[in-house]
T-cell receptor, first 112, second 115 residues
Framework: GESVGLHLPTLSVQEGDNSIINCAYS??????FIWYKQESGKGPQFIID?????DKRQGQRVTVLLNKTVKHLSLQIAATQPGDSAVYFC???????????FGTGTRLKVLA | KAGVTQTPRYLIKTRGQQVTLSCSPI?????VSWYQQTPGQGLQFLFE???????NKGNFPGRFSGRQFSNSRSEMNVSTLELGDSALYLC??????????????FGPGTRLTVL
């Protein structure tokens, strides 16, 4: 399949441990944020989103934290599994400009 | 329900040529967005179509164009190809009623190589 981001930062995590993936966003006016997962040979897949009026949102095994003061977003994956191995990237959306800006991504490797 | 499909999956063209990529959205989805993904620039938004009209546009030159048909299928065209156009082109569909805030479902992409 296609390789996405050959020189991405890599996070290696032991199976069963928690993973934290970070993202710095660029626009203080952005009001909607999404985390995507992209496996090799596939398109991005929505994981979780958060609006700027929140600072935390939880899904199934995933939590997104938003710190607007420092323009930082993080994705926490609990009890990381081999199937979580993929590239993860964040996206910020600014309603006033109707534009998405995507982060370059982090490769998560789950070690058995 | 079938997912987003894109054709062709792989394409090789030479500089100066033009190319047309096709995207079939999930049934019932009226919005189709196109993205370019490269290792250096990551994912970049090209444009979005809704009800056969371009609703949003990214910062790409006019060589990149698209259209949407009445059945919501969309095509993207790149004219006068340049080496830098080599990329994975992704299409995403959504219901469209919430604009780009609707959850987007991505296809597997078309890998374009320009020689």
């Amino acid at each position: 399949g296609e390789s996405v981001g050959l020189h991405l930062p890599t996070l290696s995590v032991q199976e069963g441990d928690n993973s934290i993936i970070n993202c710095a966003y660029s626009n203080s006016a952005s009001d909607y944020f999404i985390w995507y997962k992209q496996e090799s040979g596939k398109g991005p897949q929505f994981i979780i989103d958060i609006r700027s009026n929140m600072d935390k949102r939880q899904g199934q095994r995933v939590t997104v934290l938003l710190n607007k003061t420092v323009k930082h977003l993080s994705l926490q994956i609990a009890a990381t599994q081999p199937g979580d191995s993929a590239v993860y990237f964040c996206a910020e959306y600014t309603s006033g400009t109707y534009k998405y800006i995507f982060g370059t991504g982090t490769r998560l490797k789950v070690l058995a | 329900k079938a997912g987003v499909t894109q054709t062709p999956r792989y394409l090789i063209k030479t500089r100066g040529q033009q190319v047309t990529l096709s995207c079939s959205p999930i049934s019932g989805h009226r919005s189709v967005s196109w993205y370019q993904q490269t290792p250096g620039q990551g994912l970049q938004f090209l444009f979005e179509y809704f009800s056969e009209t371009q609703r949003n546009k990214g910062n790409f030159p006019g060589r990149f164009s698209g259209r949407q048909f009445s059945n919501s299928r969309s095509e993207m065209n790149v004219s006068t190809l340049e080496l830098g156009d080599s990329a994975l082109y992704l299409c995403a569909s959504s219901l469209g009623t919430g604009g780009l805030l609707d959850e987007q479902f991505f296809g597997p992409g078309t890998r374009l190589t320009v020689l």
